[in-house]
């Protein structure tokens, strides 16, 4: 079985929400949902989603460079936005950190985020390629072994029960 890796950020709502800014199992990472907070959890950008958007990619990168890894692994994103009417900012932000290696990539509207201030939240996904799946870069901030899971049985079929239904009503023929 692989390791289990888990990194931090030390932003306020990991021990709220009890996530990991990015989790690394055997060739997959996932950066959990990442918005634009610096280096002392404070909201940058206010109002300005190109920033927002620029900083929530710093610190996806900063995230994976921690697992070992840079932007060109990253093989999906997903981008939830307060206005989709400001896509072009996102999108232009998007485009200078990923134009190199494009992922595939979703963007969609939400309601809100957590704090009113937020406007742009992005997660991704990246995998770990062949030469860098032993190599030390890997963070051990809180690496366990993986869950082991218990064999399952195969379910027997529950045995069905007959249903009556009622007869379909007949209709009567229009005149």
């Known amino acids: 079985m692989g390791q289990l890796a888990r990194i931090s950020s030390g932003t306020k709502w990991?021990?709220?929400?009890?996530?990991?800014?990015?989790?690394r199992f055997g060739d997959l990472v996932a950066v959990?949902?990442?918005?634009?907070?610096?280096e002392h959890g404070m909201i940058v950008g206010g109002g300005q989603m190109y920033v927002q958007a620029r900083q929530a990619l710093t610190n996806i990168r900063t995230a994976l460079q921690r697992m070992g890894l840079t932007l060109e692994n990253v093989v999906?994103?997903?981008?939830?936005?307060?206005?989709?009417?400001?896509?072009?900012?996102?999108?232009?932000?998007?485009?200078?950190?990923f134009a190199a290696s494009p992922p595939a990539t979703?963007?969609?509207?939400?309601?809100?985020?957590v704090d009113p201030r937020m406007l742009i939240e992005i997660e991704a996904?990246?995998?770990?390629?062949?030469?860098?799946?032993?190599?030390?870069?890997m963070a051990k901030e809180s690496a366990t072994?993986?869950?082991?899971m218990p064999a399952k049985k195969p379910a027997a079929a529950a045995p069905r029960k007959a249903v009556k239904?009622?007869?379909?009503?007949k209709l009567k023929p229009r005149r």
Do not use: Q, W
């Open 32 to 38: 959990s949902g990442t918005t634009a907070t610096d």
């Open 145 to 148: 072994p993986a869950p082991k």
């Open 76 to 97: 999906r994103t997903r981008m939830f936005v307060t206005d989709i009417g400001r896509f072009a900012e996102a999108a232009r932000a998007h485009h200078e950190f």
């Open 125 to 137: 996904d990246a995998y770990v390629p062949e030469a860098a799946r032993t190599a030390p870069a």
């Open 165 to 169: 239904r009622p007869a379909p009503k």
């Open 14 to 23: 990991e021990p709220i929400v009890g996530y990991s800014r990015a989790v």
């Open 106 to 113: 979703t963007m969609v509207e939400v309601r809100r985020l």
